[in-house]
């Protein structure tokens, strides 16, 4: 019957110090490990845990699925690395467990049919494994232009390719020793015993396999000992990253507390990262993929998410408590749009916008250094309310043929109209807030605006100045709250996003709804009844960062417009 002698043709003394080596590589393993999650405690603790069950879910998804991995198809190339690894650590464990735990008990996992389906799973992955593996150095440091061709990396991918090519050729030796039944069922093995190995003596098989069998035992401990202290620290640190992300909503900024009395503010050394920054910034890979789709950087600005993250793990790494601006430039900062494309393509899911608007709070609040429109901006909202610096007399200018309703203390309203400074005050945008209006006339709703409307100041608490945006907040919660309204409608995702997913914090817990869902509902529910005969055309979306990948919310505006008798849409891609 067919088993696996784990030592065969091993000395002894030459076992004993493979199991002594193998403690000391799992020592040095667990010690690093340690060392990462030591550099994670030393931050403020702002890791939030419970909700296991999401928690799971995403780490089972992203990394054993790898999901955002496949989202590119270059991410077969690692995926197929990912799947093969999994199952030749599986193959090193159930042998350590037939020969270490079963056979001294009188049993045998890897005997017989179990043992040759074993050898053929083992086959499979092994040669699926250098195939990917030899792919991505191929593609790694021969194909891509604009990756940075770090050769620590290339060293780790050949030493890999070394691992798994000796691990055959001990096979091979073996086959070409014994001539076993199964030989057939290991086809490289079978092919470089006939090819490289035919005609050697069976003395010189035997010395060359102990040697090899040293030496891709050894690579293969030295292996697990680097973990921690290369390329290689991603297989946990990315799977600790995606495990304790924030379930926050997407982009959720926190309160600064005590601000009035806060002497630092945002992110400006080392000892400030918190915990779940750490965790974050540890785990970047360097895949470039947040630099792929930057649409700042796409755009010419000095911003490349990828070297913002690294340069945070480099402070990070550095063991000091390093002045970030050494490693992150001010200029690259206030580029970002905090679009969230890059946040969005991480695979290990690093929330570059937020780390982008905490190192803006220590420019803006403790600095007062702004990008001069940014600037301009919010000296025109904090005094004339809107961005535009535009007279707040003319804010309700767009409606003025509308017949408007403004709402009244103790009246009650199905839609409060949250029209938003762009709509109010743009020409070009004025034109929204007015075919809202006529939606809502034609679906019959009782609806009214806010007089006392005025800028969220979402912009500026997006470059960091928390200060303007807090105030804002809290004279608009309390004009809200003097109302009596059903649902808060806004036309705008900016307005979207900060009153349903940031009010709530301050104390503005309102049902918030965007205008494609509130149109989709209506023309779902027949209050709106659309006219025939009045195609489109083609309409191409363009879907608002702040809605669709900061809210997941890009059904509505389809469904509405798919009920458009003869209205045809078209997708755009490289949004
Ligand atoms: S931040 Fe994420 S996407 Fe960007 S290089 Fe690092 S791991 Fe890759
Ligand atoms: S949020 Fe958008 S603009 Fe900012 S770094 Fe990410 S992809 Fe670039």
Redesign the pocket.
Known sequence: MPVRETFWNIPFEIQIGFYAASVIATLIFAWGVKLSFDLYAKGPKKRQGGNFATRFKTLWQDIFLQRRILKRPAGILHAAIFFTFVLLFIGTALATLDWDLAKPLGLRLLAGKTYLIYKVVLEIAGVTAIAAVGLSLVRRFGLMTKRDKKPGIFCLMVFLLFILISGFFLEALRVAALNPDWAYLTPVGLFIADTLLDGLSLDALSTLHVWTWLIHGVAGLVCVALIPFTFLEHVYKVPVSVFWRRLTAKGFLEIIPDMEEAEAFGLSKVSQMTDTQRIMVS?????????DVCPALAAGAPLD??RL??GLKNALASGEDTNLEAFVSREALKTCSTCGA?YQ????R?D?PTLVVELRRHLALEEGDFDAGVRTAIEASTSVGNPFGMAPSTRFDWAKDLDVPFAREGDFYDILFWVGCQASLDTRARDIARAMVKILRAAGVNFAVMAEERCLEDFARRAGEEYVFVTAAEENIANLKKYRFRHLLTTCPHCFNTLKNEYPALGGDFSVVHHTTFIAQMIDSGRLKLKTGVPLGTIAIHDPCYLARYNDSTGSIRKALDAIDGTRRAEVTNR
């Open positions: 785990a970047c890979t360097g895949c470039a993929r947040c630099t998410p990828r993250v690294e890059c393509a991480c695979p290990a690093i570059i």
